[in-house]
């Protein structure tokens, strides 16, 4: 490696470090498909089962696909020699982003990732281990390899492999600039042929953007390609390679400055303020800036913004409009290349969900994307050129195109007959509560609250209200001693001097809170001096009260005290909504799907009436994250085998339901097992009015509810979500006692988001 990093580690730096060798370190692990559990089952999995598709494969090399996980499986491939923007890390160096780039493969298109980084500079050596090594996957994506050795690598391996390669620092930030590109030139009612565009960077990205913008229509003669030396002109020998000579133009330009008088466009792969306000100035109308350097762009928005009135702006970056994200094009390009069993990516392919993109941001945005930007109505404009990354529609829209341009063209090995059936499927591999948990961060961010987190002195909480702020979710509010409070925070190394924090003895509100708590609470026993002490000393109360008089939005607690001892005590101030039952909602995210648990934490033997009405919150819960509630209400018994008494509140509650006439589809009394595997459900009781499995379970009692979540949670396999509170006429939220940092912050911007407007 060329260089070593010293420096001083920011707030995310350590929260990162953290989070990455928390449990088991990294971000990827692998898990067997097929369950090999019996002595007969790994006689299948392995010997001597697994002679026959290994004889299969070897008379037949394409039933690879049918019998082994290559279909579905693509190699990150890096020799880390240009990470990010820090440069030559080496292979090692680049196994956090590789892993990283493994882990969007799988949340965005469903596809395994799987990480390679080789310790070699020679381009040569990297070609032959890639080479030998292609046949045991789909596909290959080349990443943070330093040009210009990335352009012969991607150009010998696709030659050599039978497998799609893609070097995605080229070709993905092309695509999603191209798309861009084509819906600015819409706005501004131009052509690309008619448009002076000025380039700047020439690295593996700037170029592949430059050729696509070509194929796109841009003329050559009007596409200026600019390096750190100034313009890539006609006879130009300084700092010259074969892939910068091909773009060279007659010019008399020589500076960026001189490129961009009377430019239509500018397009920045380089580094931060490259261009000036002057620069800006001296452009041509309605000038389009995609400032792409991250993270900070070649000129800030804001700047950008007070210079001109009449620009279109895009940046790599996710706190500003139209950002130009690769995560927008790599998992959905693989997605329809694998689907075809497509030999290349080709060019067709790449035109194909560039364009797809484009076209997906002129349609109407469905309510669910757009309930994550409140206060701003996402529409085909000049703030929204392309789609958002958490679109669901991304899915289907863009693997589609990339199969039927591969088919077209002639590499697709498995044409697709079916698309109607086709597009079912691209949907059914995303996880509904994934995107919904990112549209939650992104609702939040659009519209920050102030959210009081009632244990300010302890560590995590402190590290979490940090993280919280740093990510822009809004103003986070420590409850406790200042003096306390700051000692803990220089203990942490997390000192933030603009933090606010709350002492509940000496606040100024003490005297409102006080008298909003004793009207809540005179005719339960409790006196004016009993509430004035617990506005006092109880850090619960004081937050809640926060929340009640308008001060805070939010109140987040939970590490210090039980679920049921924090729930007393916010409750008294915050009530449950007239007309509805507060509880606990857990989300069990497992491996093929999700599933909502219901209540885990606050009724201890609900009755048939809280049954029915926790049935009710629970499938609301379920159709705002997207899903078509299946309620189950569980029991030990099967539709009243055994005939136990214990089971007949079940039983009831699916009776109170009835008489509702609720409009999503329940049943009970039923075993977990029942509920869950809808094969076994038919088989043994056809007249179950399910039609699917269930995502919805309706626990009996308070015990079994609690005990099943976090058993879950700590034997692994499932990713547990919550409990998140609901019911409460103000928002709050409880978090496990053992929660960690990212646990916290999770439950803050729920509590966020459920924060009245």
Known sequence: MSKKYSREHSALDLEALRMHASGRPGKVSLAPTKPVTTQYQLS???????????????????????????????????????????????????KQVMEGKAVLFKRFADIDGVDIELDTYD????????????????GINLEDIKAPECFIIEQRLRELCDVPVFHDDQHGTAIIAAAGLLNSAMLTNRKLEDMKIVVNGAGAAAISCVELIKRLGGRNENVILCDSRGVIYKGRTDGMNQWKSGHAVDTDAR?????????DVFLGVSVRDAVTPEMLKSMGKDPIIFALANPNPEIQPELAHSTRDDIILATGRSDYPNQVNNVLGFPYLFRGALDVRASAINDDMKLAAALALADLAREDVPDEVAEAYQGRRLSFGREYIIPTPFDPRLITAIPIAVAKAAMDTGVARKPIEDWDAYRRQLASRLDPTLSAMSRVFTAVRSSPKRVAFAEGEEERTIRAAIAFKDQGLGTPILIGREEKVRAAMAAAGREDPDIEIHNAARSERNSAYRDHLYSQLQRKGYLLRDCQRMVNQNRNTFAACMVALGDADAVVTGLTRSFAVCFEEISAVLPPKEGETAMGLTTIVARDRTVLMADTHVHEVPTPEELADIACSAANAAKRMGYDPKVALLSYSNFGNPDWDSAERVRSAVRVLDSRNVDFEYDGDMTADVALDDELRKRLYPFARLTGPANVLVMPALQSANISAKLLKTLGGTNVIGPSLMGLAKSAQIVPMGATVSEIVNLAALAAHAAEV
């Open 255 to 263: 500076s960026l400055a001189d490129a961009m008088k009377g430019a």
């Open 123 to 138: 381009t040569e050596e990297f070609i032959n281990c890639v080479r030998v090594m292609s046949k045991t996957w789909g």
């Open 44 to 94: 299948l999995a392995y010997s001597p089962g697994v002679a026959a598709p290994c004889l299969e494969i070897f008379d037949n090399e394409v039933t690879a696909y049918d019998y082994t996980a290559k279909g579905n499986t693509v190699a990150v491939i890096s020799n880390g020699s240009a990470v990010l923007g820090l440069g030559d890390l080496g292979a090692l160096g680049s």
